[in-house]
């Protein structure tokens, strides 16, 4: 075989880049779910004028919705309670339920579901129901649109002790 000293070595090279690649993404994702925030963050604040009262944790926990998603960019930016948002994690942006929660999106056009931290405040354009990082988009298959039409369930809120499920 032609030039096969030079297959073994790239092979591995590869290989390599793609289980750090993957190593990456799996303690991203960890991160996403992981106890970094002690509590919950319920208080009221004001975007543009609007003042927005977040909902009690027992109001979240039987929260369903249906509407509009769209994705946004946040590489790097701290969300509402602190935590760095990553670019290739499942983040989301809230107007009202308590910070930090875990919901499941389902995109109510292809039925594909996926689970998101919701760390951020937003959106706030109106007629926007949640936005989701590019992450979530690619899993939900609107990234590309840029907007759908999802449901939205909270599993959770809450991390560590303070905790909560239905």
């Not at 990082?133 to 298959?141: C, F, N, P, Q, T």
């Amino acid at each position: 075989m032609k030039h096969s000293h030079l297959r073994r070595p790239a092979t591995l090279a590869l290989a390599l880049g793609l289980a750090a690649c993957s190593q990456l993404l799996s303690s991203c994702q960890q991160q996403q779910l992981a106890a970094d925030y002690p509590g919950y963050k319920m208080a009221p604040y004001t975007v543009k004028g609007v003042h927005y009262v977040p909902m009690s944790v027992d109001q979240a926990l039987h929260y369903r919705a249906e509407g509009i998603a769209s994705h946004y960019e946040a590489d790097g930016r701290r969300g509402a309670i602190g935590q760095k948002l990553y670019e290739g994690c499942l983040y989301a942006a809230h107007r009202t339920l308590p910070l930090p929660c875990v919901v499941r999106i389902t995109n109510l056009s292809n039925g594909r579901s996926c689970k998101a931290r919701v760390a951020d405040r937003g959106p706030f354009i109106n007629n926007r129901l949640i936005d989701v990082s590019s992450e979530v988009a690619h899993r939900l298959g609107f990234h590309s649109k840029g907007l759908d039409r999802v449901r939205v369930e909270v599993l959770s809120v809450g991390d560590g002790p303070w905790k909560r499920t239905l």
